[in-house]
């Protein structure tokens, strides 16, 4: 049993406190996937690269606007041109021009995930990276999560109290680590990646959807509690 001095005083001996973390950790399954998309183009003078950047970026578009509902985002994050020069000579002559699009998508539903990606990757210079899996911000499980962390905070004070022959009184305080300037919680590290690369079209059928097993999602809560108990028996 701990007592943080800086926030609370100490219990006294009619009125002893108890201090308390819990904890809790819980696994579910994504809820959503998020790819980012690549488009280039090099061409010998800007206008031909700014053109079949543009001509890509709306196959792009095209494709993927086409899925309807299961795609809940689809942004457009950087779009770049830039000359390359000649290695040698003097002067700067430029060599070719190098244009650059990049998108993100989220999408909801993992089969349109998995036949998406197939389709995207096998168009004309176009990289698709991801899945990163996640949950929403507003996914029930984070709220599962706290009150399991609750719950477990409450256990473990009673557990303490009880070893002392003393029951709970009254909870003084509940709060998250953050709000009492603890360190921050780790956040887990990002699932793996797909990542392909098509470099130019292809005579054969489009290849067949492929299968993405999502990757489950852990979710932490931690919360810190204090209570009041009553005289324990020593």
Known sequence: MTQDTTHQPYGTPEV????VRGEAHIEVDPEIARIGITVTARGTDRRTA??????????????VKSYGDPVEKLETGTFSITPE???HGRGERVRAYH????LTAEIADFTTLGEL??????????????????LRPTSPA?????RQAVLEAVQRAREYAGALGADLAALVELADLGAENAAPVAMSAPAGTFRAMAYGDTEEAGAPPLDL??????VHAQVNA?????????
Do not use: I, K
């Open 213 to 218: 097993e999502p990757q489950r999602q852990t």
């Open 85 to 87: 020069l000649t290695r």
């Open 142 to 146: 984070h709220g599962e999560a706290r």
């Open 226 to 234: 204090r209570f009041t108990m009553t005289p324990p028996r020593l």
């Open 117 to 134: 990606t197939t389709r995207l990757a096998d168009l004309e210079l176009t990289q698709v990276d991801g899945p990163w899996w996640a």
């Open 99 to 102: 244009g650059r699009v990049h």
């Open 16 to 19: 002893p406190r108890v201090a």
């Open 50 to 63: 700014l053109e079949d950047l543009t001509r890509r970026n709306n196959a792009v578009l095209d494709l």
